[in-house]
Every structure is written in structure tokens, then in C-alpha cells.
């Protein structure tokens, strides 16, 4: 098994630009989640979905879009790039939730100029 | 939701037990007591997690306070490859039960 993939690792970005993230998972997941972390702080949850065609916001969703068609694949939008989402960005999946281990991609480094 | 309450860092030196607190005083009674680890430059791993009962695992232990206000995440002997931030982690319960990340102990270990 790849576990979770993330694509790219990299991508630089000028303000305005959009982009999608790409995440994708073959344990046959049924959630998945994305995260930002900024410099020395914790991640936070911007999207998660419950299942394909459900999704729902998390902490921080503003400027972000996701969808869910397949089980696998769980891409994040950034419609209109701006400084404020220079982060690392992580992909997450698991069975299920509360006692569900989350299996982490290696994330995807993101800067907006 | 309930929150999370961390050292900021700890140090240990190699091939000693490291004890890493974790305070949630706000805990609810459905709320599962996650751990993860995070290794410079990577995604979070996971450590492991708890309900009410005391964990063991390959990685680690888990001591639950019996009121589960707190919780300590025990490594046996650390080595150099344990320096990380460690997160103690409740879910979500508003966003389907998904992690909340606080700012975690950065634990050092030193040979």
C-alpha cells in the first residue's frame, strides 16, 4: 500500500493564482481530511469528508473548496491564492473517527508571493 | 469543544522513561484521548490513543487519570529517533469527531 500520496510536494503561487492539491488514499478509506500548519503551530482542519459526495467545513474553510467523487481521492482548491495561505498542507484518512488512527500524507509545502 | 493543555517542550535524555502530561479538563465522556507525533519535516504518526483504561502499544503507554481530566503519554526508553512535537489531541465532536491540533511538547532528547 502507498497509504496517502500528496501532489506536488512543492508549489509556489502568485496571489490570485488558483491550484488544486491533490490527495489520494488506496486503504480504502472513508473519511478523509485536510490541514494546514503554520510555522510552529499545531494543524488545523480546513475540510473533511465522511464518504463519498460528503463534505463538510472544518476550522478554517474560507478560500478553500473540496470535493469528494471517489473513495480515493479527495483534492483541496485554493480559488483565489493570497499570503495568507503560505502553510504546509496535510492530507489525512482513516476508517472512521473518535477512535480511528488518521493516517497523514507527507504533506505539501505551499507559498503564496 | 474541549481543549488541551501541553508543555511547550521537554527534554530527556537517551535510552531514559519521558513522561509527556497532557491536561483536558473540559473532557467529555465520549471524547477519545488521542496522541501523535509529528518528526521534523513530516505529516503527524500516530502514537496512540485511549478512552478511560491505561494503553499499551509497540510505541508507548497511556496512563488516564480515573477522573479523565489528564492523561500522560509514557516512552520507555527514548531514543534519539523520539525527538518530535507531540500532540495530545480530543476530537472534534461539531466536525465529525475529526483531531483538533494544539501546540504539542516538543520533546528533545539528548544522547
Known amino acids: 500500500n502507498a497509504g496517502v500520496t500528496q501532489t506536488p510536494k512543492f508549489q509556489v503561487l502568485k496571489t490570485g493564482q488558483s491550484m488544486t492539491l491533490q490527495c489520494a488514499q488506496d486503504m480504502n478509506h472513508e473519511y478523509m481530511s485536510w490541514y494546514r500548519q503554520d510555522p510552529g503551530m499545531g494543524l488545523r482542519l480546513i475540510h473533511y469528508?465522511?464518504?463519498?459526495?460528503?463534505?463538510d467545513q472544518g476550522e478554517v474553510p474560507n478560500g478553500y473548496n473540496v470535493s469528494r467523487s471517489t473513495t480515493e481521492d479527495f483534492p483541496l482548491r485554493l480559488l483565489s491564492a493570497a499570503p495568507s495561505q503560505t502553510s504546509v498542507y496535510f492530507c489525512?484518512?482513516?476508517?472512521?473517527?473518535?477512535?480511528?488512527?488518521?493516517?497523514f500524507g507527507p504533506g505539501t509545502r505551499l507559498t503564496v508571493l | 469543544d474541549a481543549k488541551t493543555t501541553q508543555p511547550n517542550s521537554m527534554e530527556s535524555n537517551e535510552e531514559e522513561p519521558v513522561h509527556l502530561p497532557c491536561n483536558h479538563s473540559t473532557i467529555s465522556g465520549t471524547d477519545y484521548i488521542h496522541w501523535y507525533r509529528q518528526l521534523p519535516s513530516q505529516g503527524p504518526e500516530y502514537v496512540i490513543h485511549?478512552?478511560?483504561s491505561n494503553v499499551n502499544n509497540r510505541m508507548a503507554s497511556l496512563a488516564i487519570a480515573e477522573d479523565r481530566k489528564s492523561s500522560t503519554l509514557i516512552l520507555h526508553r527514548a531514543t534519539l529517533r523520539d525527538a518530535a512535537v507531540y500532540y495530545c489531541i480530543l476530537s472534534l465532536r461539531n466536525a465529525g469527531n475529526m483531531l483538533t491540533f494544539g501546540g504539542g511538547t516538543r520533546l528533545m532528547v539528548k544522547p
Open positions: 469528508s465522511v464518504g463519498a459526495g460528503i463534505t
Open positions: 489525512a484518512s482513516s476508517y472512521g473517527t473518535g477512535s480511528s488512527e488518521q493516517f
Open positions: 485511549g478512552l478511560t
